[in-house]
């Protein structure tokens, strides 16, 4: 049997092996001349005559032509939106990704904490038959109460900071209508009591 493989290996792996071989002139032949580069058919060199000719545009090549002319304001216009996009997009795509490995690996006691607040908005939902602006203030406003029951750190957290921005608001608004009042209704005044009018 290993005298079967060893003569069936043997062939096979010289077939593998790459030979040179090197052709020599026999020492009885005469010497003939070498032939040019020129002289062979295959590799001939062309003539000066030669030269390039553009063939003219087709109808089609210079319709296809203007309209990439056209397009390609828009096309550029597209692709930088596309590069401002797409890290927003990939940043939300990520937040939705990490959201939902979050709920597939959720603590014990995170789903009937999220299912109360959800069920104070349909509560909520019930008691605004009729008005629009109910249906906009009832909804959050029971289930951020519901939720500051289960999160009370944090809904105490946000109440101080949503405080102090309605404040800083307020104080704007205060500010922006004592200028308008000022500025309007006191120029006003000083019209009706100048002496030109007694």
Known sequence: MFKVIQRSVGPASLSLLTFRVYAAPKKDSPHKNSMKVDEFSLDSVPGDQCKYVE???????????QLRHHCEPYASWCQERYSQTKP???SLVQGGLDSY??????????????????FAGLVGL??????KVKKLVYPPGFMGLAAS?????????????????????GLRGYIIVEDLWKENFQKTGNVKNSPGNK
């Open 55 to 65: 063939e003219p545009r087709t109808q089609l090549e210079e319709g296809i032509s």
């Open 101 to 118: 490995e979050y709920l597939q690996n959720a603590p014990p006691g995170f789903f009937p904490r999220l299912g109360v607040p959800g």
């Open 149 to 169: 029951i289960y999160y009370a750190q944090q809904a105490i957290a946000f109440a101080q900071a949503s405080g102090e921005k309605l404040y800083d608001w």
């Open 88 to 90: 927003k997009i990939q």
């Open 126 to 131: 019930l008691f605004t038959r009729g008005s």
